[in-house]
């Protein structure tokens, strides 16, 4: 709400004029014409795999992929899929890639983290957030070291 007085020029009077600024949010369903509790079973079905485009359809799709409650829907339906991500190196051992593998033996190669190839780096785990801290830029040797953090979010994969 906004409160706003205006002097007139000829008087010593003053307008107060009041204008309501925020927006009314109308409800708008996760899949037309199905309650959300279906349309999110609905979600729950599809492969962990295809969640990238599953987020990319719409805001509120890629809210609800986001969710824990997600989550405990997919365990629900028997479609949570346990994954284990492996850090990989190549044969020179300059570069490094991240290996998933799923619990029904789907099998996928990550893109490759941005940025300059890193090394000495730290892996952390929190909640369904992979972070990579810290390390040093191998092209530029041991003394150039990185402050980047990148996070890859398990759940959007």
């Not at 002097?7 to 199905?34: A, C, M, W």
């Not at 799709?61 to 949570?80: D, G, P, T, Y």
């Not at 090394?119 to 952390?124: D, I, P, Y």
Request: hydrophobic share 40%.
């Amino acid at each position: 709400m906004c409160l706003a007085a205006v002097k007139q020029k000829d008087s010593n009077l003053f307008r107060t004029t009041i204008s309501y600024s925020h927006e009314i949010e109308v409800y708008k369903p996760i899949l037309p014409g199905l309650p959300d509790d279906i349309a999110k079973y609905c979600l729950a079905l599809v492969a962990w795999h295809h969640f990238p485009v599953v987020g990319c359809v719409c805001k509120k799709w890629r809210s609800v992929v986001q969710s824990n409650e997600f989550s405990i829907i997919r365990k629900h339906a028997r479609k949570l899929e346990e994954r284990i991500y492996f850090l990989c190196s190549d044969k020179e051992g300059k570069g490094s890639h991240w290996e998933v593998f799923t619990s029904s033996g789907h099998q996928q190669t990550l893109l490759p983290m941005p940025g300059p190839a890193k090394a000495a780096f730290g892996v952390v785990t929190l909640d369904s957030k992979i972070l990579v801290m810290g390390g040093y830029i191998v092209n530029e040797g041991p003394n150039k070291i990185s402050a980047d953090v990148y996070q890859y979010d398990c759940r959007l994969n």
